[in-house]
Protein backbone atom coordinates (compact mmCIF):
# COMPACT_ATOMS: atom_id res chain seq x y z
CA UNK A 1 0.00 0.00 0.00
CA UNK A 2 1.27 3.80 -0.77
CA UNK A 3 0.29 5.65 2.58
CA UNK A 4 0.54 8.75 1.52
CA UNK A 5 -2.85 10.86 1.38
CA UNK A 6 -4.13 7.37 2.98
CA UNK A 7 -6.47 7.44 5.64
CA UNK A 8 -5.93 5.07 8.60
CA UNK A 9 -8.01 4.06 12.04
CA UNK A 10 -6.43 3.45 15.27
CA UNK A 11 -7.97 2.26 18.26
CA UNK A 12 -6.31 2.26 21.53
CA UNK A 13 -4.84 5.50 19.47
CA UNK A 14 -4.14 7.88 22.58
CA UNK A 15 -1.00 6.02 24.19
CA UNK A 16 1.12 3.09 23.31
CA UNK A 17 1.53 1.44 20.05
CA UNK A 18 -1.79 3.26 18.61
CA UNK A 19 -0.15 6.63 19.43
CA UNK A 20 3.51 5.54 18.15
CA UNK A 21 2.17 4.54 15.15
CA UNK A 22 -0.27 7.20 14.56
CA UNK A 23 3.19 9.58 14.70
CA UNK A 24 5.03 7.24 12.40
CA UNK A 25 2.29 6.93 9.69
CA UNK A 26 1.96 10.76 10.35
CA UNK A 27 5.53 11.09 8.84
CA UNK A 28 4.06 9.18 5.46
CA UNK A 29 1.69 11.35 4.72
CA UNK A 30 -1.85 9.36 6.26
CA UNK A 31 -4.61 10.67 7.93
CA UNK A 32 -5.45 9.95 11.08
CA UNK A 33 -8.64 8.56 12.95
CA UNK A 34 -7.74 8.44 16.79
CA UNK A 35 -10.47 5.95 19.07
CA UNK A 36 -9.61 5.86 22.24
CA UNK A 37 -12.29 5.18 25.83
CA UNK A 38 -9.67 8.14 27.55
CA UNK A 39 -10.72 10.96 26.48
CA UNK A 40 -8.34 13.21 28.00
CA UNK A 41 -5.20 11.60 26.40
CA UNK A 42 -7.49 11.73 23.24
CA UNK A 43 -7.62 15.23 23.14
CA UNK A 44 -3.73 15.49 23.87
CA UNK A 45 -2.44 12.89 21.41
CA UNK A 46 -4.76 14.83 18.65
CA UNK A 47 -3.42 18.29 19.72
CA UNK A 48 0.05 16.48 19.61
CA UNK A 49 -0.33 15.02 16.11
CA UNK A 50 -1.68 18.27 14.45
CA UNK A 51 1.07 20.65 16.52
CA UNK A 52 3.03 18.66 13.99
CA UNK A 53 1.07 19.13 10.59
CA UNK A 54 -0.53 15.80 10.64
CA UNK A 55 -4.20 16.28 9.68
CA UNK A 56 -6.01 14.01 12.40
CA UNK A 57 -9.17 13.80 14.48
CA UNK A 58 -10.24 12.26 18.10
CA UNK A 59 -13.00 10.30 18.41
CA UNK A 60 -13.69 8.95 22.04
CA UNK A 61 -14.65 5.02 21.23
CA UNK A 62 -15.62 2.08 23.47
CA UNK A 63 -14.67 -0.96 20.98
CA UNK A 64 -16.26 -3.01 23.14
CA UNK A 65 -19.51 -1.69 22.02
CA UNK A 66 -20.17 -2.03 18.35
CA UNK A 67 -22.33 1.17 17.48
CA UNK A 68 -19.31 3.03 18.88
CA UNK A 69 -16.80 1.39 16.27
CA UNK A 70 -19.47 1.82 13.79
CA UNK A 71 -19.58 6.24 14.62
CA UNK A 72 -16.12 5.44 14.79
CA UNK A 73 -16.13 3.99 10.40
CA UNK A 74 -18.77 7.06 10.31
CA UNK A 75 -17.09 9.75 11.81
CA UNK A 76 -13.71 8.80 9.46
CA UNK A 77 -16.00 8.87 6.12
CA UNK A 78 -17.19 12.51 7.18
CA UNK A 79 -13.93 13.21 8.26
CA UNK A 80 -11.70 12.22 5.55
CA UNK A 81 -14.14 10.81 3.06
CA UNK A 82 -12.90 7.03 2.97
CA UNK A 83 -10.71 4.49 5.38
CA UNK A 84 -8.16 2.44 4.18
CA UNK A 85 -6.55 0.65 7.08
CA UNK A 86 -7.82 -0.04 10.88
CA UNK A 87 -5.83 -0.72 12.94
CA UNK A 88 -7.83 -2.89 15.85
CA UNK A 89 -5.35 -2.13 18.62
CA UNK A 90 -7.10 -1.41 22.24
CA UNK A 91 -6.69 -3.71 24.58
CA UNK A 92 -6.22 -4.32 28.19
CA UNK A 93 -4.84 -7.33 30.79
CA UNK A 94 -6.13 -8.76 33.67
CA UNK A 95 -6.78 -11.98 35.84
CA UNK A 96 -5.31 -15.21 35.86
CA UNK A 97 -7.16 -18.78 34.40
CA UNK A 98 -8.19 -19.86 38.35
CA UNK A 99 -10.60 -17.59 40.21
CA UNK A 100 -10.97 -14.89 38.18
CA UNK A 101 -14.75 -13.28 38.18
CA UNK A 102 -16.23 -13.89 35.29
CA UNK A 103 -17.05 -10.16 34.78
CA UNK A 104 -13.34 -9.74 34.52
CA UNK A 105 -13.07 -12.22 31.44
CA UNK A 106 -16.40 -10.74 30.01
CA UNK A 107 -14.63 -7.18 30.50
CA UNK A 108 -10.93 -8.56 29.01
CA UNK A 109 -12.43 -10.26 26.05
CA UNK A 110 -15.07 -7.58 25.60
CA UNK A 111 -12.27 -5.45 24.57
CA UNK A 112 -9.24 -7.73 23.20
CA UNK A 113 -11.79 -9.72 21.30
CA UNK A 114 -15.19 -8.17 20.71
CA UNK A 115 -13.32 -5.01 19.87
CA UNK A 116 -11.78 -7.06 16.97
CA UNK A 117 -14.46 -8.05 15.59
CA UNK A 118 -16.18 -5.22 15.72
CA UNK A 119 -13.69 -2.80 13.84
CA UNK A 120 -13.29 -5.72 11.37
CA UNK A 121 -17.50 -5.67 11.16
CA UNK A 122 -17.02 -2.16 10.50
CA UNK A 123 -14.45 -1.41 7.78
CA UNK A 124 -13.51 -4.64 5.97
CA UNK A 125 -16.87 -4.12 3.80
CA UNK A 126 -15.46 -0.33 2.80
CA UNK A 127 -12.30 -1.96 1.82
CA UNK A 128 -14.09 -4.84 -0.01
CA UNK A 129 -16.33 -2.34 -1.99
CA UNK A 130 -13.16 -0.03 -2.72
CA UNK A 131 -11.12 -2.89 -3.52
CA UNK A 132 -8.28 -1.69 -1.15
CA UNK A 133 -7.46 -1.85 2.71
CA UNK A 134 -5.47 -3.56 5.03
CA UNK A 135 -6.38 -5.15 8.66
CA UNK A 136 -4.01 -4.79 11.47
CA UNK A 137 -5.26 -6.75 14.50
CA UNK A 138 -2.99 -6.54 17.60
CA UNK A 139 -2.89 -9.67 19.42
CA UNK A 140 0.46 -10.72 20.63
CA UNK A 141 3.11 -13.65 21.65
CA UNK A 142 0.57 -14.59 24.54
CA UNK A 143 -1.07 -15.67 21.50
CA UNK A 144 1.28 -17.78 20.61
CA UNK A 145 1.90 -19.45 24.34
CA UNK A 146 0.01 -19.76 27.38
CA UNK A 147 1.93 -17.87 30.11
CA UNK A 148 0.62 -18.30 34.15
CA UNK A 149 -1.28 -15.55 35.33
CA UNK A 150 -2.68 -14.41 31.76
CA UNK A 151 -5.82 -16.63 31.79
CA UNK A 152 -8.37 -14.20 29.94
CA UNK A 153 -5.50 -12.14 28.35
CA UNK A 154 -3.99 -15.15 26.65
CA UNK A 155 -7.62 -16.60 25.74
CA UNK A 156 -8.29 -13.12 23.86
CA UNK A 157 -4.85 -13.24 21.89
CA UNK A 158 -5.22 -16.15 21.00
CA UNK A 159 -8.38 -15.87 19.71
CA UNK A 160 -7.46 -12.90 17.66
CA UNK A 161 -4.16 -14.70 16.04
CA UNK A 162 -6.41 -17.23 15.07
CA UNK A 163 -9.25 -15.19 13.43
CA UNK A 164 -6.80 -13.09 11.74
CA UNK A 165 -5.50 -16.25 10.41
CA UNK A 166 -8.84 -17.45 9.00
CA UNK A 167 -9.16 -14.04 7.53
CA UNK A 168 -6.15 -14.30 5.86
CA UNK A 169 -7.64 -17.11 3.92
CA UNK A 170 -11.13 -15.60 3.21
CA UNK A 171 -9.29 -12.32 1.84
CA UNK A 172 -7.43 -13.90 -0.43
CA UNK A 173 -10.28 -15.96 -1.64
CA UNK A 174 -12.12 -12.86 -2.34
CA UNK A 175 -9.43 -12.02 -4.86
CA UNK A 176 -9.71 -8.01 -3.90
CA UNK A 177 -6.70 -5.85 -3.05
CA UNK A 178 -7.43 -5.73 1.01
CA UNK A 179 -5.15 -7.06 3.31
CA UNK A 180 -4.55 -8.45 6.88
CA UNK A 181 -1.57 -8.60 9.15
CA UNK A 182 -1.87 -9.58 12.91
CA UNK A 183 0.67 -8.23 15.23
CA UNK A 184 2.18 -10.51 18.17
CA UNK A 185 4.85 -8.42 20.12
CA UNK A 186 6.89 -9.44 23.25
CA UNK A 187 7.05 -6.80 26.08
CA UNK A 188 6.53 -3.20 24.48
CA UNK A 189 7.07 -0.32 27.38
CA UNK A 190 3.08 0.58 27.06
CA UNK A 191 0.83 1.06 29.90
CA UNK A 192 -1.11 -2.49 29.40
CA UNK A 193 0.31 -3.36 32.86
CA UNK A 194 -2.02 -0.24 34.29
CA UNK A 195 -5.45 -1.56 32.67
CA UNK A 196 -7.24 -0.88 35.21
CA UNK A 197 -7.66 2.61 34.95
CA UNK A 198 -9.74 1.84 32.07
CA UNK A 199 -11.83 -1.14 34.34
CA UNK A 200 -15.66 -0.78 34.28
CA UNK A 201 -16.61 0.93 38.06
CA UNK A 202 -18.82 -1.70 39.32
CA UNK A 203 -15.49 -4.01 38.36
CA UNK A 204 -12.96 -1.97 40.70
CA UNK A 205 -13.17 -3.29 43.87
CA UNK A 206 -11.11 -6.32 42.05
CA UNK A 207 -8.12 -4.00 40.91
CA UNK A 208 -7.36 -3.91 44.80
CA UNK A 209 -7.09 -7.96 44.67
CA UNK A 210 -3.42 -9.29 46.42
CA UNK A 211 -3.18 -11.46 43.60
CA UNK A 212 -3.74 -9.63 41.30
CA UNK A 213 -1.56 -6.62 42.78
CA UNK A 214 1.53 -8.92 42.18
CA UNK A 215 0.95 -10.05 39.25
CA UNK A 216 0.98 -6.18 38.04
CA UNK A 217 4.12 -5.66 39.49
CA UNK A 218 5.66 -8.42 37.94
CA UNK A 219 3.92 -7.01 34.72
CA UNK A 220 5.20 -3.91 35.38
CA UNK A 221 8.61 -4.88 35.61
CA UNK A 222 8.43 -6.80 32.46
CA UNK A 223 7.24 -4.35 30.42
CA UNK A 224 9.29 -1.24 31.54
CA UNK A 225 12.34 -3.72 30.01
CA UNK A 226 10.37 -3.82 26.99
CA UNK A 227 11.01 -2.38 23.86
CA UNK A 228 9.79 0.84 22.57
CA UNK A 229 6.09 1.06 21.30
CA UNK A 230 7.96 3.47 18.54
CA UNK A 231 9.90 0.18 17.49
CA UNK A 232 6.61 -1.58 16.86
CA UNK A 233 4.99 1.17 14.86
CA UNK A 234 7.93 0.92 12.51
CA UNK A 235 7.28 -2.64 12.17
CA UNK A 236 3.28 -2.24 11.43
CA UNK A 237 3.82 0.22 8.86
CA UNK A 238 6.33 -2.48 6.78
CA UNK A 239 3.64 -4.80 7.29
CA UNK A 240 1.42 -2.88 5.62
CA UNK A 241 3.16 -1.51 2.64
CA UNK A 242 4.68 -4.87 2.24
CA UNK A 243 1.42 -6.79 2.84
CA UNK A 244 2.91 -8.90 5.92
CA UNK A 245 0.42 -11.27 7.54
CA UNK A 246 2.78 -11.77 10.55
CA UNK A 247 4.43 -8.98 12.59
CA UNK A 248 7.14 -10.76 15.07
CA UNK A 249 8.34 -7.49 17.08
CA UNK A 250 10.41 -10.15 18.86
CA UNK A 251 11.46 -12.74 16.01
CA UNK A 252 13.74 -14.79 17.64
CA UNK A 253 11.10 -15.40 20.68
CA UNK A 254 8.05 -15.62 18.72
CA UNK A 255 9.44 -18.78 16.68
CA UNK A 256 11.34 -20.13 19.62
CA UNK A 257 8.48 -20.99 21.81
CA UNK A 258 6.55 -21.74 18.80
CA UNK A 259 9.27 -24.08 17.77
CA UNK A 260 8.96 -25.23 21.98
CA UNK A 261 5.32 -25.55 21.73
CA UNK A 262 5.91 -28.48 18.97
CA UNK A 263 8.41 -30.28 21.08
CA UNK A 264 5.76 -30.08 23.86
CA UNK A 265 2.76 -31.60 21.35
CA UNK A 266 4.70 -34.41 20.35
CA UNK A 267 6.03 -35.36 23.97
CA UNK A 268 8.96 -33.17 25.15
CA UNK A 269 8.50 -30.60 27.88
CA UNK A 270 6.17 -27.16 28.26
CA UNK A 271 7.84 -24.15 26.22
CA UNK A 272 6.97 -22.22 29.46
CA UNK A 273 7.98 -21.66 33.04
CA UNK A 274 6.30 -18.77 34.09
CA UNK A 275 7.77 -16.15 32.27
CA UNK A 276 10.92 -16.74 32.78
CA UNK A 277 11.58 -18.63 29.42
CA UNK A 278 9.54 -16.40 27.21
CA UNK A 279 12.63 -15.25 25.58
CA UNK A 280 14.62 -18.36 25.08
Known sequence: ??????????TGGASGIGLATAKQFAKSGVQLVLGDIEEGPLKTAVEGLRADGAKVIGVPCDVAKEADVEALRDATLKAFGAAHLIFNNAGVAGGSSIGTPKKIWDWVLSVNLDGVVNGMNAFIPLFLEQNEGHVVNTASEAGLVGVAGMGPYNASKFAVVGISESLFHELANTGKNVHVSVLCPNFVRTRIHESERNMPKELASYAENPELQEIREIAAALVNAGIDAADVA?????????E??????????????????????RGGPSPMDGLVNVNT
Open 1 to 10: MELQGKTAVI
Open 234 to 242: KAVEDAVVN
Open 244 to 265: KFWILTHEHSALRITELRLEWM
